[in-house]
C-alpha cells in the first residue's frame, strides 16, 4: 500500500511540476523552471500579428498617415527584423541592426519572414530555461511588437479596414 501511495504521489508530482512549467535537472538532482506556461500567447502573438499583416491589401502596403511614419510595410518588416535582432540578443550571438530596406518586402515575403522568425523565437524560449534577464528580454520583446502591431491597426482603421480581432 505505502509503495502504491509513494508512486501515485510521485506521478501527482511530476505531472504538476510539468503543468507548472518545472522540469527535473537529473544529473544535479533540482528543477529547473521553464517557459511552457507561455506557449499559447506566444503561439497567439504569431497568429494575431501574422493576421494584421495579412489584413491590409498589398495596393496599400506603402500607406502611411504622414511623413514622419513608417509605413505599413516597414511597421511588418520592422517587427519581424526585431524578432529575428532579439534571438539572437538572446541566444548571445548579438548582430548588427542592419534591417535593411524595410519598403522592400512584398505582402507574401513578409508573411514567410514572420512565420519563419515567430517559430525560432517561440522554439527557442520554450528550450530555455527561466531566468530573470531573459524573461525581461521577452517581455520587452512582446511589448515592442504590440506596440508597432497597434500602429498597423490603427493604419487599417484610418484605411476603413476592420482590424483582426485581438487574440
Known amino acids: 500500500m505505502k509503495t502504491k501511495a509513494i508512486l501515485i504521489l510521485t506521478f501527482l508530482s511530476t505531472a504538476l511540476f510539468t503543468v507548472m512549467g518545472f522540469i527535473t535537472d537529473e544529473e544535479n538532482n533540482h528543477l529547473i523552471k521553464n517557459y511552457n506556461y507561455l506557449e499559447e500567447r506566444l503561439k497567439n502573438t ?9 489584413a491590409m491589401p498589398e495596393s496599400e502596403y506603402g500607406y502611411k498617415p504622414n511623413k514622419d511614419v513608417r509605413s505599413y510595410t516597414a511597421l511588418a518588416s520592422h517587427i519581424i527584423y526585431s524578432i529575428e535582432w532579439n534571438l539572437e540578443v538572446m541566444k548571445g550571438t548579438p548582430i548588427k541592426w542592419n534591417p535593411g530596406d524595410e519598403d522592400g518586402l512584398s505582402k507574401k515575403e513578409l508573411i514567410t519572414y514572420a512565420n519563419e522568425q515567430f517559430n525560432a523565437f517561440i522554439d527557442f524560449v520554450l528550450k530555455a530555461e527561466e531566468t530573470s534577464k531573459l524573461t525581461d528580454k521577452i517581455i520587452d520583446v512582446l511589448n515592442h511588437n504590440a506596440h508597432h502591431r497597434g500602429q498597423m491597426v490603427t493604419y487599417l482603421r484610418m484605411k476603413g479596414i476592420e482590424p483582426p480581432k485581438y487574440r
Not at 504569431?46 to 495579412?54: C, F, L, N, S
Open 46 to 54: 504569431k497568429i494575431y500579428t501574422i493576421q494584421v499583416i495579412e
